[in-house]
C-alpha cells in the first residue's frame, strides 16, 4: 500500500513534518557523510547582518544558496555549508541605540562604551538565533553551529593585516576633505553607502543679495536650498564666458536666467571675477577677516538658480575643492552632530535646521533677501536612520583605488556572471570608484590599527594581536577582545621609542564582510586550530575552526557566490578589493546576482505603508516550498512582485502535481502494485513517451542547475508535470481503471525521478512525496538518492508527440473560439504542418473527439484583401473601382511575399490589406507554422453523441458527490425524456461504471451503488 494522499495538500503542515523528520533522521548529516571526500563546491555565503528578524527579500537569496546548494549535493559534491553572521558597524549601533532610547554619540558616551559594546554583542546573539530559525523553516540547509561572525578577533585579525598591508604599499592616507555627513549618526559615510539613499524633501529655496563693495547699489544675486551655509560663505562663483546682467534695480543675474529683466548693462562673467562683495554674515566671530571675492567657475549651472553660486568650503564638496584652486579660507560651522560651533554668535549650538529660520529673519531685515520660498528636490538620507545628510570637512581614513584599479578590472574578467550584463556593471562601478573611505567616528566596530606617531611623525598599523602584544605598553589584562573601549586602552611603543594611542575610529562594516574568503578559510594560517574562529567577541557563539593554509588552497576561490546587485558596490567589490590585494585574484569563479523584492502591485515594501511582508509571516502563511518556487520561477534581473496573490497562484499551480501524485497512489493502491526494478511488461507507444520525457526533464533541469538559471528549471517542471497529467495521465485513463501494471509502472517511474530533479526547488514537498512514492529499495530521503544520470534520448518521438500536442491545443483553441464545447463531438479536422504527428492522427481524433482527421492543406480559410487606399488611390487613380470591385469579388491571386495579382497588376504587399477567417461552417486557429481548421456543422449523429457525453459527465459528478470509491458499481436510472441516449448504453455502462441502465418514471437521471438496498439510499 502507498500511504493515500489527502485532497488537498496542507503545505505548512507538511513541511513541519518533514523538517521534524529530517532532524530526527539526520538526513543532512547523513548527505554530508556521503558527499564527504568528494570532489569540492566552493560556495561562500555573504553575511546576513544579525540586526533584525528577516525581511522577505532575505529569503530570495537564501533560497538561490540553498537550491545550488542542494543541487551539488545530490551531485555528490562535497560542501563546507558556512553561513555568515555581518555583526558590527552602523547596522548593529543604531539597532542597540533604538533599542536603548539613545539618540546622539554624547548620549552614548554617557551610557558608557563597554556597556553599549555589550549590548551590541546581545543583539548579535540574538537574532542571529532568529535568523537561523528562520532560515531553517525555509528549508537552507548550513552548517549551523559554526558560523562565521565578522566580530571575532580572528576577522579583525585578518583586516588588520590586510590594512598593513594596503599601508606598506603606501595606500593608505588620512584624507582632509569635504564629506556627506549623518548629524545624528556622527559619521561620514563612503560612496558605497551614498547610491539609491536618497528622498524628496522640501527646503526653503532663497535669492539672496551679495551687495557689491565700491559700487553702490549694486548686488549679486545668489540662489540656495541651505540657509544654513550661509554664514560659512567665503566666494562667489561666475561661469567666466557667460552673459550677466546688471537689471534696473540693481542686481547682478545671469541674463539666461532671467531673461525677462530689464538689464542696464551687461558683462562676460570673467569681468566680474575678482570683484570683492560684502558676505552676508560678516558680524559674526568665524568671519573675522575673510574677505569675499567672486571666483571664476566652468561648472557654473545655468540651469537653475541665478547662474552666481554661492561657494562654502566647509559645507560641500565642490566648495571645499575650489577652496584649493581658489586659495580660500575654509569656515567649518557645524560639529559632528550638526550643531553650530561657538564662533557663529547666535547660531551657536543649534541644528543645521533651526538656524533656517533665523537666517531668514536677519537678511530680511538687512534687505539682502530678494525671494523666500521653497522647493521639492531628491536630497541625500542616511541609509541607516534616514537624517537628510550635510557636508563636513573631516579626516578620514583612505585606501587609495587607482593602483588596484586595473588588477581588480582583470580579476572580474574572469568571473562569469549571471546574468552575464552584470559583469559589466561590475566593471563599470571599478573604474568609477574612488578611493575607499574606510573610517567611521563610531563605537562598535573593527578597531582601526592605526597609531600616529606625533614625535617621528611615523604611522604604525599593528598587524596581528601577537604585534599588538609585543608592542603593548600596558593594558593588556584588561583587553578582553578586539573591540572599543578595551583597545583603547592598550598604547604601543613607537619605533623612536614614543608612546603611541590608537586613532578613536572603527572600520567600515565592508572590510568586515570582504575579508571571510580569507579569514574563515585559514589563508596562511600555519596550524589548524578546532573552533580557533571563535575568539573575541564570537567565543561562545560558534564551533567554527581556524583551518589550516592547506584548507584555504582547497576551498579558495569560492565556485559560486551569490547576493542582490546592490552588493557590486558592497560585499562583491569589498572581496575582490581585498582578494586582489593579497592574492592578485578573484575570491569567486562565478556569480549569480538579482535585483529587487517589491510588493505585488510593484511598489516598495515599508512598514509604515502596511505592505511589507517580513519572512516570519511569509513562511507562517505562505510556506517555504511556494515562496522558494516563486523566487525560482523568476528572471533574477527583474524585480520580483512579492505577496499572497503570486503565492496563491504557485500554490494553485502545484495542485497538478498533487493531483497526478494522488492519482497514481488511489490506482495504484485499487490493484495491489508495487513498483519493481523493472517494467512489469511491455512498454505501450505512450510509455515508451512518458519515459523519454523524464530523461528529456532531467537533461533539461540538469543543464539549467549548471547554469544557475532557475526560470529554466521551472519551465522545464511545469511543462513536464502538464505532459505528464495532461496527456499521459489523461490519454491512458482506461489504462488505469483496468489497473494495467506497466502504465501504473511508467507512471511512478516518472513521478520519481521528477521529485529528484525539483527537490532543490521544492524540498519538503519532494521528500514528502518521495517518502510516499519510493521503492522499498530506495533511499529514505530525495536527497541521499543519487542524480539521474542522463543518456541519450529517443528526440523524433519527443519531437511527435510535441508536436501533437500543439495540434491538440489550437484543436481546442479553434472549437473554443467557436464556442462549442470539448464534449460535442464533430466531423473533420484538417491540419497544416505538424507533419510529423500524421501517425499519432487517432490520439489527436480521440482528444479533439472528431470523427476524421486529415493532414493537407488548410482549405477552410478564406482571403479577403481590400486596397489600402491612402496608397492605391493616388496611384491608380480612376482604375482603383475597377480593382477594388476585383478583389471584393475575390478575382485576385495571392502572389508570394504577401503582394497579389489583380486586374493584370501586381500590388506589393503594402499596398493591400489582406483579412484571413475561416470560412463559414469551420473553426480555426493557427500558430506560427501550424494551422489547424476543424467542421463546426452539426448533424443527428453527433448531437446525439455530444448528448451521450454529457450525460456521462453528469453521472460521473454525481459519483464523485455521492463519495463513490473508484471500484463501486452503480445502477443508472434515466427519464424517459433521455430513452434515445440508450443507443449508447453499452458506451455509457463502461464510462461510469454501471452495471445496469434503464428508463423509468423519474424527472432527473438518478445513480445507486450495486447491491445496496434501493431504499436505503
Ligand atoms: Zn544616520
Ligand atoms: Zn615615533
Known amino acids: 500500500m502507498f500511504e493515500p494522499l489527502p485532497q488537498y495538500p496542507d503545505h505548512l503542515a507538511l513541511e513541519e513534518e518533514i523538517l521534524a523528520w529530517w532532524d530526527a533522521e539526520h538526513v543532512f548529516d547523513r548527505l554530508r557523510e556521503r558527499n564527504r571526500g568528494g570532489p569540492p563546491f566552493g560556495f561562500m555565503d555573504g553575511p546576513i547582518t544579525a540586526n533584525n528578524p528577516m525581511g522577505a527579500h532575505h529569503c530570495w537569496g537564501r533560497t538561490l544558496k540553498d537550491v545550488f546548494q542542494r543541487y551539488k549535493a545530490l551531485q555528490g559534491h562535497d560542501l563546507r555549508y558556512q553561513n555568515g553572521f555581518d555583526c558590527q558597524g552602523l547596522w548593529v549601533e543604531v539597532g542597540v541605540e533604538r533599542e536603548l532610547g539613545l539618540n546622539s554619540k554624547r548620549e ?3 551610557y558608557g562604551i563597554a556597556e553599549f559594546a555589550q549590548r551590541c554583542k546581545e543583539r548579535v546573539a540574538k537574532y542571529a538565533e532568529i535568523i537561523t530559525d528562520q532560515c531553517r523553516r525555509l528549508g537552507m540547509w548550513m552548517d549551523w553551529d559554526n558560523d562565521y561572525y565578522t566580530f571575532s578577533d580572528t576577522n579583525i585579525e585578518y583586516i588588520w593585516r590586510f590594512l598593513k598591508e594596503c599601508h606598506e604599499r603606501g595606500w593608505l592616507y588620512k584624507g582632509h576633505r569635504s564629506v556627506e555627513w549623518c548629524p545624528r549618526c556622527g559619521t561620514s559615510l563612503s560612496q558605497h553607502e551614498l547610491i539609491n539613499s536618497y528622498a524628496e524633501l522640501t527646503h526653503p529655496s532663497l535669492y539672496v543679495r551679495f551687495p557689491l563693495e565700491g559700487r553702490k547699489g549694486e548686488s549679486l544675486v545668489v540662489w540656495t536650498t541651505t540657509p544654513w551655509t550661509l554664514p560659512a560663505n567665503v566666494a562667489a562663483a561666475v561661469k567666466p564666458d557667460a552673459e550677466y546682467g546688471l537689471t534696473d534695480g540693481g542686481d547682478w543675474w545671469a541674463v539666461e536666467r532671467n531673461p525677462d529683466a530689464t538689464f542696464v548693462r551687461r558683462v562676460r562673467g570673467e569681468e566680474l571675477v575678482g570683484q570683492e562683495y560684502e558676505g552676508p554674515f560678516d558680524s559674526l566671530p568665524a568671519q573675522e577677516g575673510v574677505v569675499h571675492r567672486v571666483i571664476p567657475w566652468d561648472e557654473v549651472a545655468l540651469t537653475e538658480g541665478t547662474g552666481i553660486v554661492h561657494i562654502a568650503p566647509g559645507c560641500g564638496a565642490e566648495d571645499f575643492e575650489l577652496s584649493r584652486v581658489h586659495d580660500l579660507p575654509v569656515l567649518t560651522p557645524i560639529d559632528e552632530a550638526g550643531n553650530f560651533y561657538k564662533k557663529y554668535g547666535e547660531f551657536e549650538g543649534r541644528s543645521t535646521q533651526d538656524v533656517e529660520g533665523p537666517v531668514v529673519v536677519e537678511l530680511e531685515r538687512r534687505g539682502l533677501l530678494v525671494e523666500a520660498g521653497s522647493i521639492v528636490h531628491r536630497y541625500p538620507i542616511c541609509w541607516r536612520c534616514s537624517t537628510p545628510l550635510v557636508f563636513r570637512i573631516a579626516d578620514d581614513w583612505m585606501i587609495r583605488a587607482d593602483e588596484i584599479r586595473q588588477p581588480m578590472l582583470d580579476a572580474n574578467a574572469t568571473v562569469q556572471w549571471t546574468p552575464d550584463f552584470y559583469s559589466k556593471r561590475m566593471d563599470d562601478w571599478l573604474r568609477n570608484m574612488g578611493d575607499w573611505n574606510i573610517s567611521r567616528s563610531r563605537y562598535f566596530g573593527l578597531p582601526l590599527p592605526f597609531y600616529p606617531c606625533d614625535s617621528c611623525g611615523r604611522l604604525t598599523v599593528v598587524g596581528s594581536l601577537d604585534e599588538l602584544r609585543g608592542r603593548a605598553t600596558g593594558g593588556l589584562e584588561q583587553l578582553k577582545e578586539l573591540h572599543r573601549p578595551w583597545i583603547d586602552d592598550v598604547p604601543i611603543r613607537c619605533d623612536c621609542g614614543a608612546e603611541l594611542k590608537r586613532v578613536p575610529e572603527v572600520g567600515d562594516a565592508w572590510l568586515d564582510a570582504g ?7 585559514g589563508w596562511e594560517n600555519p596550524e589548524w586550530k578546532e573552533h580557533g574562529y571563535a575568539t573575541g567577541a564570537a567565543a561562545g557563539l560558534t564551533g567554527a575552526d581556524l583551518p589550516d593554509h592547506a584548507y584555504w588552497e582547497k576551498w579558495f576561490p569560492a565556485h559560486w557566490v551569490s547576493e542582490m546587485r546592490e552588493q557590486i558596490r558592497l560585499w562583491f567589490y569589498s ?29 516598495e515594501m515599508h512598514r509604515s505603508w502596511g505592505n511589507a511582508i517580513n519572512a516570519a509571516e511569509a513562511l507562517q502563511n505562505i510556506g517555504a516550498d511556494v515562496i522558494r518556487f516563486m523566487f525560482c520561477e523568476h528572471v533574477p534581473s527583474q524585480n520580483l512582485k512579492f505577496g499572497y496573490r503570486p503565492a496563491a497562484e504557485i500554490r494553485r499551480r502545484l495542485l497538478t502535481l498533487w493531483n497526478s501524485v494522488k492519482f497514481f497512489v488511489d490506482y495504484a493502491n485499487v490493484g495491489g ?24 526533464l532531467a537533461a533539461e533541469m540538469t543543464d ?3 547554469r544557475y538559471w532557475t526560470p529554466a528549471l521551472i519551465r522545464a517542471f511545469d511543462s513536464f508535470v502538464d505532459d505528464l497529467s495532461n496527456w499521459y495521465i489523461r490519454r491512458s485513463r482506461r489504462r488505469f481503471w483496468n489497473g494495467d501494471e506497466v502504465a501504473l509502472w511508467t507512471l511512478w517511474y516518472a513521478l520519481v525521478r521528477s521529485l529528484q530533479v525539483i527537490g532543490p526547488v521544492m524540498p519538503f514537498l519532494a521528500d514528502y512525496l518521495w517518502r510516499r512514492l519510493r521503492a ?15 543518456r541519450a534520448r529517443d528526440e523524433q518521438l519527443l519531437h511527435e508527440v510535441a508536436e501533437v500536442r500543439r495540434v491538440v491545443e489550437l484543436g481546442r483553441q479553434a472549437r473554443g473560439d467557436a464556442s462549442i464545447k470539448l464534449r460535442q463531438p464533430l466531423r473533420r479536422l484538417v491540419v497544416q504542418g505538424a507533419r510529423s504527428a500524421q501517425p499519432h492522427a487517432d490520439e489527436i481524433a480521440e482528444e479533439l473527439r472528431v470523427k476524421e482527421v486529415e493532414f493537407g492543406p488548410v482549405e477552410a480559410m478564406e482571403v479577403r484583401v481590400k486596397p489600402n487606399l491612402p496608397l492605391l488611390g493616388p496611384k491608380l487613380g480612376k482604375e482603383l473601382g475597377a480593382v477594388r470591385s476585383a478583389l471584393e469579388a475575390g478575382e485576385f491571386e495571392q502572389l508570394a511575399g504577401g503582394g497579389v495579382r489583380v486586374n493584370g497588376r501586381e500590388l506589393a504587399p503594402e ?14 486557429a493557427e500558430d506560427d507554422a501550424v494551422t489547424v481548421a476543424v467542421t463546426t456543422e452539426l448533424d443527428d449523429e453527433l448531437r446525439l453523441e455530444g448528448r451521450v457525453l454529457d450525460l456521462i459527465h453528469q453521472l460521473n459528478s454525481m459519483r464523485k458527490d455521492a463519495g463513490l470509491a473508484l471500484t463501486d458499481r452503480i445502477r443508472v436510472t434515466l427519464p424517459a425524456s433521455l430513452a434515445d441516449l440508450l443507443e449508447h448504453a453499452d458506451w455509457i455502462k463502461e464510462e461510469v461504471l454501471a452495471t445496469e441502465i434503464a428508463t423509468d418514471s423519474v424527472s ?14
Open 911 to 924: 499596398e493591400v490589406l489582406v483579412e484571413r477567417r475561416p470560412r463559414a461552417g469551420w473553426a480555426l
Open 515 to 521: 575579508i571571510v574568503p580569507f579569514s574563515t578559510l
Open 673 to 696: 502494485f508495487r513498483p519493481g526494478p523493472e517494467v512489469p511488461g511491455e512498454l505501450q507507444p505512450l510509455d515508451r513517451w512518458l519515459l523519454e520525457r523524464t530523461e528529456q
Open 776 to 790: 522499498e529499495d530506495a533511499t529514505d530521503s530525495v536527497f541521499l538518492a543519487p542524480w539521474p544520470e542522463p
Open 108 to 110: 552614548i558616551e554617557e
Open 575 to 603: 572581496q575582490c578589493f581585498m582578494s586582489v590585494t593579497l592574492t592578485g585574484k578573484s575570491p569567486y569563479l562565478s556569480v549569480l546576482t538579482y535585483e529587487k523584492l517589491l510588493d505585488e502591485h510593484g511598489r
Open 1004 to 1017: 432527473e437521471p438518478e445513480i445507486e451503488l450495486q447491491g445496496s438496498d434501493p431504499e436505503g439510499v
Open 704 to 706: 539549467a542547475y549548471e
